[in-house]
């Protein structure tokens, strides 16, 4: 099936940098969504991008879709402990797709 | 505006029982997803369904798993003779009915169904 190829696979950060993660695949979407789920609750979306080159802002959160359809990244400025969880991107595959398709996630921890 | 629900949170079932979960999407929502997800891994897609009709299923087992939306009340995965290996959380996922919007899942806290 399709896949999506997210990383890092985890992060071990100092409050208050800046975080990067990526998704890839070799089959084109177009639409890509970062969700954030913590321990024991259901995936947050945080931010959804409709079109190739699309960058959007949800506060300290910056994702872009990228231009080739293929990737998305995800950053996060300026940590702060509640950033902790796993982060996944998801993405719908061309016209006439029916199902999410999601990373394998990327789990943040942050030292104090 | 509630968000989506589900319940139980937990179920235990012992081997060969039945688990029922439920979903109940949000208001104005008519698209369900269910997804499973196992323990250090993402989410897999099972099916989607609108009110009254399962539009994919392509990722349900053949087998012992099936779900329905009917017209009035949740939507409802139906997992029969259950094995250790359906041990898992289950998401429910709604989005709404048209729009650019529609391609935004809004998800469940889970049921995390445990298999003695």
């Known amino acids: 099936g399709q896949q999506l190829n997210q990383s890092p696979q985890s992060m071990f950060i100092q409050e208050g940098e800046d975080v990067s993660m990526n998704c890839t695949s070799s089959?084109?979407?177009?639409?890509w969504l970062w969700y954030k789920q913590d321990p024991g609750e259901g995936p947050v979306l945080l931010i959804a991008?409709?079109?190739?080159?699309e960058l959007t802002s949800n506060g300290r959160l910056t994702a872009q879709f990228g231009i080739t359809r293929k990737d998305s990244f995800l950053n996060i400025s300026a940590s702060i402990p509640s950033d902790v969880g796993i982060y996944f991107c998801?993405?719908?595959?061309?016209?006439?797709?029916?199902?999410?398709?999601f990373g394998q996630g990327t789990r943040l921890t942050i030292n104090p | 505006n509630a968000g989506v629900m589900q319940n139980p949170r937990h179920l235990v079932r012992r081997r060969g029982q039945e688990a029922r979960l439920r979903c109940s999407p949000m208001?104005?929502?008519?698209?369900v997803y269910w997804y499973r997800q196992l323990p250090e891994e993402g989410l897999k897609f099972m099916v989607y369904?609108?009110?009254?009709?399962?539009?994919?299923e392509s990722g349900m087992p053949k087998e012992r798993f099936s779900a329905e939306f009917p017209k009035e009340g949740p939507s409802i995965l139906r997992i029969q003779q259950v094995v250790r290996g359906d041990s898992a959380a289950y998401f429910c996922?709604?989005?709404?009915?048209?729009?650019?919007?529609?391609?935004?899942?809004?998800f469940g806290p889970g049921t995390r169904l445990t298999v003695l």
């Open positions: 089959s084109i979407f177009n639409t």
């Open positions: 208001k104005g929502h008519s698209h």
């Open positions: 996922a709604s989005s709404p009915r048209t729009g650019g919007s529609s391609r935004e899942q809004f």
């Open positions: 369904l609108q009110k009254e009709n399962i539009i994919d």
């Open positions: 998801a993405g719908w595959l061309g016209q006439g797709a029916q199902k999410l398709v």
């Open positions: 991008l409709y079109k190739a080159g």
